[in-house]
C-alpha cells in the first residue's frame, strides 16, 4: 500500500493511459464500410489514440506541481490531430475518384472530424481518470474512467435516416426515355439497352421528410451522396466504368420535399434496399435547424 | 455545367454547328447502333432529345 501512495503519479499516469487506450479501442470498429482500412488503417488509429492517452494522462501531473508551461504540449497535440485530420481527408479524398460511387466530400469531411474529435475524446478520457486517481484514490480513476467510457460510447454513434425519415419502396417506370421512381422524374436515358436494365435490375425508393427540419437536412447533396454511397456498399452496384447511364442517383419532389432513390444494386431485394437506407447514417455537416432560427413568422422583419 | 460531346441524328437541319461534332445516320437502327458505340468509346451519358436526336453528355467533375 505505501508503493502506490508514494507512486500515485506514475499510477494515476498508468491508469489513465489505459483507460485512454480502451476508449480509443472502444470507439474504433471496422463495420462494412471498411473503415479504417484493415489492418494499417487501425494501426494508425490505434497508435495515435495510445499517444492521445498518454497526453492527457501526462498532463495532470505537470499541472499538480504547477509546471503550468509544460501544458503547451497539449496545444501542440492538437495541432498534430489536425494535421492528421487534413491527411485523412486527403488520402479519402484520393482515391474517392477511384470508386463507382463515390463518397462526397461531406461524407469525407465527416469522417475526417470524426477521427479528430475522437482523440481529443481519448485526451478527455486519460486526464479524467489520471485526475481522480491521483487526487483521491486510484479506485476513484477507475470509477472515473468507466464513467468517461461511457460518455466517449455516446459520442460514438450518430443518428441514422430512421430518425428523420420514413422510407417505402416505389414503382419504377419507364416511360421511353424517361425514367421516373412514383411520379418522381429521374433521368433521361437514351439508350434501348441501358433502358431495358434498368427495368431489370433498376430500384426505387421513396423518403420522406418527418418535418421541416429533415426536409432541408434531406435536399443536402452530400447527404443524399452519402445514402447512395452507402447503399452502394451493401447491395452491390450493377456498373461499370464505360457505363455512364447507369449511375445511382437521387432527386427531389420540390413541392413536398420528398426524396426518390434509383440505383442498380447486385441484390435486386426491396425490403432489405428499405433497411439499408434505413440506416444510413446522418451526416453532421449536412444537419440543418431551420425551425430553431429566431425569425418572426409575421410583421415588419 | 456539362457539356455537350457529340450529336447523333439522322436529320441534318435540326441540328447548326457549336463545337461538338455531328454524326448524321441514315436510318433509326443506325442512329441508335452509332449512340451506343459512342456511349462506350467516351463513357458519356447518351439523351434522347424526344425530337429524333441523341446528345452525349460529359459530366466528369
Redesign the interface.
Known sequence: MDWIVTHRYTIGIMIGAVFGIMARMFMLRTDYRQYPTYPHGRIIHLSLGVIAAGLGALAVPSLLEKEYTAVTFLSLAAQQFRDVRNMERQTLSNIDSMELVPRGATYIEGIAMVFEGRNYLVIFTAFMTSLFSIVFAWYWGVVAGIASLLVSNYFKSGKSISAIADVTNARLRIDGPDLFVDDIYIMNVGLEESQKIMEEHGLGLIVTPKNKNSRVTLANIGQRQAILHDMSTVLGIYRDTGEPSLIPLSKLDLNDGRLAVFLLPQEKDPSLARQVLLRVPILESAVRMPSEAHVRASGPL | MSRIVAVVTTDRDKVAGGGAPIFIASSEEEK?KV??LL??IM??????L?NGQ??LVD?SD
Request: aromatic content about 14%; cysteine-free; charged content about 40%.
Open positions: 441508335k449512340a451506343f456511349e462506350k463513357d458519356a451519358a447518351v439523351h434522347d424526344h441523341y446528345i459530366r
